[in-house]
């Protein structure tokens, strides 16, 4: 497997052009991530995730979308309903019923991976990046909540994924504009922003997503290129796939130039990297990686390669 199995990129149309069947085999990227610009309905849906199969055989891509509910919902015209998370509030059936039947529907169209739940307890002020997307203050029930949405969406094949590790919700800024900072004390987050993520790690969550945060109490650095935060990551017993947001946030645009950033967050610990956007230098960013392979040896490139691979064999069919 090449470099590019660690990417998960973003799609500029609703089919792929022979140069894009072609890279996506060629450099075996390990997924995608799709927007509503990527299909009308559901026939065209099938057909570019068909498309994406057969460009990616053998393999198998992670072939997702960001369907948490409320006003986070890519596609959603096509699918639904799934409401806020406050709108589940001491509704834990309703949110399984709902995230049930959202599931079967994403199954029937090949998609295997939905880059949810919000697992950031909300925060008074509340980060505006997170608005409408939190389920509670308390940090056990926000772990319930994200573990029903967990569940649901196994049920039917779909791998889940928790973010905002290791906590979004006290955070200063919205990480789409600028770096979100926060400084509460290590005893709060290990007390509190962490709970759902132990929970989750219990019950066998695949994949955690970072965010472009920083956290004083962790590093002096952003965790999207903090090996401290992806090693607390570990600390608490996760073993799966730990990948970031996305790269091409207006969080990161000045701080390296976009190929640079991912090759910084894959050898800080991350296991792939999310590029949604900036779609004309994804062949420039593959590219780098390889000129930078011995450098991704070195920082656990093979190690990362097992546990995508690991994970990827529990996709819906």
Request: no cysteine; aromatic share 12%.
């Given at each position: 497997m090449t470099p590019g199995s660690r990417l998960i990129l973003g799609l500029q149309k609703s089919h792929l052009t022979n140069s894009i069947k072609d890279f996506l085999r060629q450099k075996q990227i390990g997924g995608v991530i799709l927007f509503d610009h990527n299909a009308e309905n559901i026939g065209e849906l099938k057909s570019l995730v068909a498309e994406i199969n057969a460009a990616c055989s053998p393999?198998?891509?992670?072939?997702?979308?960001?369907?948490?509910?409320?006003?986070?919902?890519?596609l959603g015209k096509l699918f639904g309903p799934l409401r806020r998370a406050e709108d589940y509030a001491d509704n834990l059936t309703g949110l399984s019923e709902d995230c049930a039947r959202l599931a079967k529907q994403f199954s029937a169209c090949g998609i295997n991976f939905n880059f949810a739940p919000v697992c950031d307890l909300t925060y008074a002020p509340l980060n505006v990046a997170l608005a409408d997307r939190t389920f509670s203050t308390d940090p056990a029930l926000t772990a319930a909540y994200c573990l029903e949405f967990h569940r649901a969406f196994s049920g039917a094949g779909i791998m889940t994924c928790f973010k905002h590790f290791p906590g979004l919700g006290s955070a200063v800024n919205d990480p789409h504009a600028s770096m979100a900072i926060s400084c509460i004390p290590f005893e709060r987050l290990r007390d509190f922003d962490l709970v759902p993520y132990k929970a989750g790690i219990r019950l066998g969550i695949k994949i955690i997503m970072t965010s472009h945060i920083l956290i004083s109490s962790v590093d002096g650095e952003i965790a999207t290129f903090s090996k401290r935060t992806t090693d607390l990551a570990r600390s608490l017993g996760f073993a799966g796939v730990l990948i970031t947001d996305d790269l091409s946030m207006g969080a990161l645009k000045d701080i390296l130039p976009l190929r640079e950033r991912v090759l910084k967050a894959l050898c800080a610990g991350h296991d792939m990297a999310l590029v949604c956007h900036d779609h004309d230098d994804h062949l420039v960013i593959v590219e780098y990686l390889e000129k930078n392979l011995n450098t991704l040896m070195r920082s656990g490139h093979l190690k990362a390669l097992s546990r995508i691979e690991h994970a990827k064999k529990q996709l819906a069919a």
């Open positions: 393999g198998r891509p992670f072939i997702g979308i960001d369907f948490e509910g409320g006003r986070v919902r890519r």
